[in-house]
């Protein structure tokens, strides 16, 4: 479709200052609790998982380059119970049995700004420049559930089958369900080699929040509205009526597979000296600097209905779903793997294919054309690459002579990829050509402190990704839902450390007290009590930062990275209770940004709200019990931010502000001592601001009005000084 010839008054747009923002959260949880007891192994766990994403494009800019300017906003919120189970019945068969449920409130709001077009334009090109939006909504909880039975059954010392049951039930957008039956059988006929053989059922629903077709009947007689079919279209594509938009025929469905494999492992020296073990029960020990060679390798085959894929359609920077009715993939691997020593190095080369056929959902993703041209022939799916490869070259230090080295791990990596999918341009072939091929060399180096804070290890350690810098496409914004090109990383430098947590193994492999009575730790003393310092990091969730503007109201939904410092003292009022106050001041990377259309088409605002900093001074009460505190607070608090409005995308118009705000602040969370002075905290804050009206002059009014509040969720390291001062 030509694009309009205006909008909002303006008949051309420098695609090179367009300002699009797209914004996302996640985080996820994991709680989970494991039993032995004899025979019997079992595991129980509860997760949870947030994420949104939030795409605001350029009201002017993307309204007149692609004809429509759409707000795109998902959410998703689940939770969970799972649960594993083991039992070793006799020597011959060992039972394994599990389930699953969760419930995930997903949320879904697209508003789509766009121009009618001229009833009296035989061709159904010529848009009227009279901008309004459209609103496309959905809330939905579903629910996942099911559960398997296994068993694992010795045939022979060299023969092992595995084979079980599996069941999954959905409750989406679709409810489909489905019973999976798998096995396998490994086959050892001597030391060296190990063959195997496979095959499973698979039951894949699509994402929840990806779920939903498009309801693209909503733009018909607009800029965004689908082309229209032919008499010639309509006669191949099913569902399709001549002279009415193209329709999306089928809802999103699972997949379902049948997946073949078979493969091989084979060690290519003579088999190391052995020992025997210090521990009666356990295994003999391989002799030192014996050098291994393995070389494994596997094919497998897969067949597919109602394959899912999915893509970035449009200029919002989203995933939407979509099912092709069939689908194969087929291909092999090879890996090599050495050791020597502390000297290791492995690679490992695969080659695919995986092609489909017939676009069965949302099919108005597509031109006609190409969904003629894949209702008959296969074709490349977009992530489909031929060749891949990978490698790692390692060498830690140990015994060296030289105490300061022991420890140290030295390392490099590399990546190599045959490109992925492209369609090659002025032809009708989705995917029918690649990309060059590329490749990347990241290196990293660590040591491990074997005495760090609290005798406890750490290790500490630097990484540098795409050593030599090199550019190269991942994507060049052609081809099935590809729309934007995409990039591998520029060189990038990353250090981290981390700490073990427990009392350290004596012996190698062997836990105190589980093969032999550990003798009593000393009572470790914890000073909660007293000053401390210490620092945090995480995020900042805005709760829905809402603007009122003289046209329309929104929400701007900052977030991002948050980090900062701590400073506190805790006064133990019993040796269960304290209380204690704490300041903190923080950074942060939170923003976000909405788009008001005036109901009259005559122009767009947009607000960019930019927080800087947030600084809080509160009051806490805390729950003691040995190394654990758990807290609640609640004080005052103070936030910086910078704001700006643009009328229609800044051609006509551009004011910002910066401003100071106080508000208050309530959260809580637990702290746990890692030793007598050191502790970690996880933490949640909720700070409000209220709200605050700003001096923004535009066609419509001189004023904004913005209320704030910030969700906070961080993690913090803390340092006591009782007893050091």
């Known amino acids: 479709m030509r694009p309009p010839y ?72 689940l939770n969970g119970v799972s649960g594993d189970f083991s039992y070793r019945l006799n020597d011959a068969h060992t039972l394994r049995a599990g389930f699953y449920t969760n419930g995930e409130q997903t949320h879904i709001a697209t508003t789509s700004t766009v121009e009618p077009l001229a009833l009296n334009d035989p061709s159904g090109l010529t848009a009227i420049d009279s901008p309004f939006n459209i609103l496309d909504s959905s809330k939905l909880f579903g629910w996942q559930l099911g559960a398997y039975a296994q068993d694992e059954w010795r045939l022979t010392p ?13 409750y989406q957008y679709v409810d489909a369900n489905q019973f999976s039956p798998r096995a396998s059988l490994t086959y050892k006929p001597w030391w060296s080699t190990v063959l195997h053989i496979g095959y499973m059922r698979t039951f894949e629903p699509p994402q929840q929040v990806l779920g939903r077709t498009i309801p693209t009947q909503i733009f018909s007689g607009t800029t965004a509205g689908t082309p229209i079919v032919t008499p010639e279209q309509a006669a191949v594509l099913p569902g399709q009526v001549t002279g009415l938009p193209l329709q999306n025929v089928g809802a999103i469905q699972p997949e379902r597979a049948n997946v073949y494999d078979a493969g091989f492992t084979q060690q290519l020296l003579p088999q190391c000296p052995t020992t025997p073990s210090a521990t009666p029960s356990k295994a003999p020990v391989a002799a030192a600097n014996c050098p291994s ?66 676009v069965v959902s949302n099919q108005t993703l597509f031109s006609p054309d190409d969904l003629i041209y894949i209702q008959n022939n296969w074709i490349h799916t977009d992530h489909d690459q031929t060749y891949t490869g990978s490698g790692r070259v390692a060498y830690r230090w140990t015994d060296s002579g030289y105490r300061w080295l022991d420890g140290t791990t030295a390392s490099a990596t590399f990546i190599y990829g045959s490109g992925l999918r492209t369609t090659p341009a002025g032809v009708v072939c989705p995917n029918c050509d690649h990309l060059p091929s590329y490749w990347q060399v990241n290196t990293g180096l660590s040591h491990e402190f074997a005495n760090g804070w609290n005798g406890l290890p750490v290790t500490v350690r630097f990484d540098v990704v795409n050593v030599t810098d090199y550019i190269y496409q991942i994507r060049n914004g052609a081809g099935i839902g590809v729309f934007a090109p995409q990039y591998g990383p520029r060189r990038g430098y990353y250090f981290g450390i981390s700490q073990k947590l427990g009392a350290p193994e004596k012996t190698a492999g062997v836990l105190p007290g589980f093969y032999t009575k550990a003798a009593p730790p000393a009572a470790t003393v914890y000073h909660w009590a007293g000053p401390y310092v210490g620092a945090n990091f995480g995020g900042a969730f805005s709760t829905g930062e809402h603007v009122f503007t003289p046209i329309g109201t929104g929400n701007t939904n900052p977030s991002g990275v948050l980090g900062g410092l701590q400073a506190g003292y805790n006064y133990l009022v019993t040796p269960n209770w304290l209380t204690g106050i704490e300041a903190e001041l923080g950074w942060t990377s939170a923003q976000g940004r909405a788009n008001f259309v005036d109901p009259a088409g005559t122009a767009s605002l947009s607000v960019s709200s930019d927080h800087n900093w947030y600084d809080t001074l509160s009051g806490r009460i805390g729950y003691v019990a040995g190394p654990l505190m758990l807290y609640g607070k609640a004080g005052a608090a103070w936030m910086n931010a910078d704001y700006r409005m643009e009328v229609n995308s800044g051609l006509d118009g551009l004011t910002s502000a910066n401003t100071t705000r106080s508000g208050w602040i309530a959260g809580g969370g637990f702290e746990y001592m890692l030793g007598s002075y050191w502790s970690a905290k996880l933490e949640y804050d909720h700070l409000h601001f209220g709200s605050k009206t700003l001096s923004f002059a535009s066609p419509f009014g001189n004023s904004v009005t913005v209320g704030a509040a910030v969700n906070e969720v961080k993690a913090g390291l803390n340092y006591h000084l009782e007893g050091l001062l």
Do not use: C
């Open 6 to 77: 205006t909008a909002f008054g303006k008949s051309s747009f420098n695609s090179a200052t367009i300002n699009q923002n797209q914004y996302e959260k996640n985080a996820y949880n994991v709680i989970a609790w494991q039993k032995s007891e004899g025979n019997f192994d079992a595991q129980l766990a509860y997760y949870s998982r947030y994420s949104d994403v939030h795409f605001v494009p350029d009201p002017v800019g993307d309204l007149f380059i692609n004809n429509v300017a759409s707000d795109v906003y998902r959410s998703s919120f």
């Open 158 to 170: 060299q023969l092992t089958l595995n084979y079980g049951l599996r069941f999954d039930q959905i």
């Open 293 to 358: 060679l393995e070389l494994g390798g596997s094919i497998y085959y897969k067949t597919a209905r109602d394959l899912l894929d999915d893509g970035q359609f449009g200029q919002a920077y989203v995933l939407t779903a979509f099912n092709y009715d069939k689908a194969e993939n087929y291909g092999a691997e090879l890996n090599l793997k050495f050791r020597y020593g502390g000297f290791s190095a492995n690679t490992s080369w695969a080659w695919g294919v995986q092609h489909a056929h017939t």
